[in-house]
């Protein structure tokens, strides 16, 4: 999941925030807690544990067990397919 369109042009107008009724807009991210399918072909069933904004992307730690060791990753939305879906949306002030 990438960041929304306006705050994408927002900053390439070289504004450093798009306010809407003086707050700043909310984004969608995948929730922590979703469980979701990574690997070449989505077959590692993983759990959302974490998220990263950065500019321009938003990255996800996700979590799973391999036998009896614990694996841990940070992945794009594009390496990952959702199972079980859960948005939830995030706010600044």
């Known amino acids: 999941m990438a960041f929304p369109k306006e705050i994408t042009a927002a900053i390439a107008r070289g504004e450093d925030r798009l306010h809407r009724n003086g707050k700043p807009p909310d984004i969608s991210v995948i929730a922590p807690g979703t469980v979701v399918g990574i690997g070449?072909?989505?077959?590692?069933?993983?759990?959302?544990?974490?998220?990263?904004?950065?500019?321009?992307?938003?990255?996800?730690?996700?979590?799973?067990?391999?036998?009896?060791?614990?694996?841990?990753?940070?992945?794009?939305?594009?390496?990952?397919?959702?199972?079980?879906?859960?948005?939830?949306?995030?706010?600044?002030?």
């Open 40 to 93: 070449p072909k989505h077959e590692i069933e993983a759990v959302v544990f974490a998220i990263c904004i950065t500019w321009p992307d938003i990255t996800y730690h996700v979590v799973w067990w391999s036998g009896n060791e614990r694996k841990t990753e940070w992945i794009r939305p594009t390496e990952m397919l959702v199972v079980q879906p859960q948005e939830c949306r995030i706010g600044f002030q």
